[in-house]
């Protein structure tokens, strides 16, 4: 009833004894996360919460493994290199939390994650969040209102915002709608899982019913939403709303995503692409929630 | 700015081996004379923007001789195209041009994978050629693990038509070129055109070279003012506010003018967002009821309090707008109270006087709109608080509302009093600012409730008086978070002994130009 977490999932984190990491840790653990152990090089022997903390990853490993996903918090110049050591102690999912890594570390983690068949989200993400299991992350900021703001259910939720990824889930909630997994993939221009990804697990996954989507502005993900389903490869429906249709070209949206360069990108060729391939396009972010009860009522 | 000009793109390319035509940047007709007789040719001239397409806008001009490359120059210094305002021109020697090329690179987000593209057709935008030529362009993904071979390099030219000596030398430029995108963390890339010389040269004739802006700062070199994407110079304004960013590593603030001198006829408003797609949803919401926009502005990613006061009087310092408009995504996962007081600081500060709408929804929406709503009942303008179940439509047209009840009071900007630290007073410094505690005062004090707002445990009671619990360099390095509340505390419940000093490089200055000039 779940992609990508639940609450089998044994997670490691990384950077666990930061000002972040702290804080997100005891969110994880309190909604039910399975969090086994952390790393901080140079800190190795502390207890987080009850949580072990390890120099590296290897001998995390060995006394507290297998792990099956990593959350990094570490600061951003220092996230490839967390990355790439989860990935060559064989963790298949990482969630890199940082804003500002650079774009060419992205890519290599890209690469790395490639060769040993691992996935990852983000970065510059709020994470993600099965209702009821697990959280990867820091969506809900504590485990009380997670709990209160989004219930299990059959909506598959993606989004290119953090905030807006908890707004439309805490909105479904609000009209009775639980969700299966909610999932930020990060406001950065290369990210590892991106939408047409994410909505393709939806799509394999048997709970998700229906897929609600937020893209914005700016790189090609949601016309390779618009590919996939002329191709036949998602059959769900989906609710998108596209946000920035204010944005001039050529000046960055706060998201270093959020650029329209030249005539690529732009709200008008999102809309389009979408509409054309079937998508419920709504026009105001208040409407996703409606059109969901409305579509619903149907399946 | 992460955009290179022309002039510094080609210092790389030529610093690695690429072939660029003889010349120099200058930044005054008498420079051009001097740098035109020293290249002793017919001289190319190029304004320093970052525009494309320059020829058509009269950009780009050519000389005979050193005077009358100086004549051509004097009408371009200082000259408007589009959004800037020319203060350099690139004087070249004139290429004897017998063929053009494209040559670039990008990322592409698809692939995710730097994608270098060649066609042997220059001179217009690479869609257009890809539109007109599509058997004249070849495009490659590039494994960041692997390289870009040399012999990839041939074989993406040969499929564009070229062979022999000419194949070699562009695949090689080709290759240098990725190792320059690599070296300096390019977002993009291009040489367009890539020219043939009669003289049988391959020299890059412009360049555009983009850094990612995350990647600035391994960059001190670049000598990059300011790592944002924009399609003109930076404001003055935008420059103070990139200065707090850069030294507050807590949570992102990203601000930006939409217009630089706002007039009072329009229905301008300080815009505030928190996150970027609650940011877009609300710009969004606010012009679709008729409002434009000064600023965009987004604090986000966990910021501290003294990061949104400061954000607040950084939109402030923007005459003639006529309501203040803040608003995230509405469900935020941040503890919504430290925003809060990040605006009651500051909008006391400034005494307020024009309308502001305030939604901070998400974790601890109910204290953060309460601390709003006790705090700022008594400033001049109404300040309206709202949560995660009213929508930004509602709140937007709540703004409208309050403009119209309020007669349409125009924004002033105020000046920055010189501050002095108070004599006497016990002080300790924080990551971005000083506090001080007026010992005197606290003999009054019945309370002693900054003790409990303190809930990260910096203060503690010594002899009946607020002091350090912990060690100052503790404090300064990020342990007191700047979340205000013992200040708020004591300047609304108490005897007003404390004040969090919270400077703002420039801010001061730059209030007193702008006052200046208006009279």
């Excluded at chain 1, 996360?33 to 901080?40: D, E, H, Q, R, S």
């Excluded at chain 1, 709990?147 to 915002?161: D, E, I, M």
């Excluded at chain 2, 290249?39 to 001789?65: C, E, H, M, S, Y």
Aim: hydrophobic content about 40%; aromatic content about 8%.
């Amino acid at each position: 009833m779940a992609i990508l977490v639940n609450e089998k999932t044994r997670v490691l984190i990384q950077g666990i004894t930061g000002r972040e990491g702290r804080t997100r840790t005891k969110l994880m653990k309190e909604y039910g996360t399975n969090v086994v152990a952390g790393v901080t090089p140079g800190k190795g022997g502390d207890e987080v919460f009850g949580i072990p903390v390890f120099d590296t990853i290897e001998e995390a490993w060995e006394k507290k493994g297998p792990f099956d996903a990593s959350v990094i918090f570490v600061p951003a110049p220092l996230v490839k290199d967390a990355a790439l050591e989860a990935i060559e102690n064989g963790i298949k999912l990482l969630v890199l939390i940082p804003d500002r890594v650079p774009i060419y570390d992205v890519l290599e983690i890209v690469q790395y994650a490639n060769e040993k068949n691992a996935k990852f989200v983000g970065p510059n993400t709020l994470g993600l969040l099965s209702p009821g299991k697990a959280i990867l992350g820091m969506i809900g900021g504590r485990a009380e209102t997670a709990r209160q703001w989004f219930k299990p259910g059959f909506v598959g939720v993606c989004s290119r915002s953090g905030g807006i990824t908890s707004a439309i889930s805490y909105y479904l909630t609000q009209k009775g709608l639980g969700q299966s997994t909610i999932v930020h993939v990060g406001g950065d221009p290369i990210i590892g899982l991106s939408l047409p990804e994410i909505i393709k697990l939806f799509e394999e996954d048997e709970h998700t019913k229906l897929i609600v989507m937020f893209g914005e502005i700016g790189t090609t993900q949601e016309e390779r939403v618009a590919d996939l389903i002329e191709k036949g490869e998602i059959t769900k429906p989906i609710i998108a709303f596209i946000g920035g249709k204010a944005a001039k070209s050529g000046t960055r949206f706060s998201h270093a995503g959020a650029i329209i360069e030249g005539s690529r990108g732009s709200y008008e060729s999102k809309v389009k692409r979408l509409k054309e391939a079937g998508v419920h396009i709504v026009d105001t972010f208040m409407d996703i929630s409606k059109k969901a009860l409305e579509i619903s009522r149907n399946l | 700015m992460a955009r290179l000009y022309e002039y510094q793109s080609k210092e790389l390319l030529k610093n690695n081996g690429i072939k660029i035509p003889q010349g120099k940047v200058a930044s005054s007709p008498e420079e051009v004379y001097l740098i035109a007789k020293e290249i002793g040719k017919p001289i190319a001239l190029k304004i320093q923007v970052w525009i494309t397409g320059r020829a058509d806008l009269g950009g780009i001009k050519f000389a005979q001789n050193p005077e009358e490359a100086r004549e051509i120059s004097k009408k371009f210094f200082g000259m408007k195209v589009k959004n800037f305002i020319v203060e350099k021109v690139l004087v070249e020697e004139k290429l004897n041009i017998e063929k053009e090329f494209f040559a670039g690179l990008i990322i592409d987000d698809a692939k995710k994978s730097p994608l270098i593209i060649f066609s042997s057709v220059g001179g217009t935008g690479i869609e257009e050629i890809a539109k007109e030529h599509p058997t004249k362009i070849s495009k490659h993904y590039i494994s960041l693990l692997k390289g870009f071979k040399p012999y990839e390099a041939r074989n993406l030219v040969r499929k564009t038509g070229v062979s022999g000596k000419l194949l070699l030398k562009i695949s090689n430029i080709l290759v240098q070129l990725y190792k320059v995108a690599i070296k300096y963390d390019a977002r993009s890339l291009e040489v367009n055109p890539l020219v043939l010389t009669s003289e049988q040269e391959v020299i890059a004739a412009d360049c555009h070279l983009v850094v990612d802006d995350y990647a600035v700062f391994r960059h001190p070199e670049l000598g990059i003012e300011i790592a944002r994407e924009f399609d003109r110079p930076a404001t003055e304004l935008e420059k103070i506010a990139y200065q707090v960013e850069e030294k507050d590593y807590r949570g992102t603030f990203y601000f930006f003018q939409m217009i630089e001198k706002p007039n009072s006829k329009e229905n301008y408003i300080g815009f505030h967002g928190a996150g970027g797609g609650g940011s877009m949803m609300s710009m969004d919401a606010v012009l679709n009821r008729g409002f434009k926009l000064a600023n965009y502005c987004d604090t986000s990613g966990n910021p501290p309090a003294s990061k949104v006061y400061r954000a607040a009087k950084i939109i402030l310092s923007q005459p003639n707008i006529i309501g203040y408009f803040a608003s995230g995504s509405g469900v935020a996962s941040q503890e919504q109270f430290h925003s809060a007081r990040g605006f009651v600081k500051a909008f006391t500060e400034e005494n307020l006087s024009i309308p502001a709408v305030i939604r901070l929804g998400g974790n601890y929406e109910e204290k953060a709109i309460e601390i709003l709503s006790t705090y700022l009942k008594n400033i001049l303008g109404s300040v309206e608080g709202y949560g995660r179940d009213d929508s930004p439509d509602f709140c937007a047209k709540r703004l409208n509302k309050l403009i119209e009840e309020g007669g349409r009071i125009i924004h002033k900007v105020n000046p920055i009093k010189e501050f002095h630290e108070p004599e006497d007073a016990y002080s300790f410094e924080t990551l971005t600012g000083k506090i001080f505690i007026d010992h005197k005062k606290c003999v009054k004090c019945k309370t002693k409730g900054c003790i409990e707002e303190c809930v990260y445990g910096v203060l503690k009671l010594e002899n009946s008086k607020p002091v350090l619990s912990i060690d100052p360099m503790e404090v300064k390095k990020g342990r007191c978070t700047e979340c205000l509340a013992c200040e708020i505390f004591c300047q609304f419940h108490e005897q007003k002994a404390i004040y969090i000093h919270l400077p703002i490089p420039g801010l001061k200055e730059y209030r007193e130009t702008l006052l200046r000039n208006k009279e």
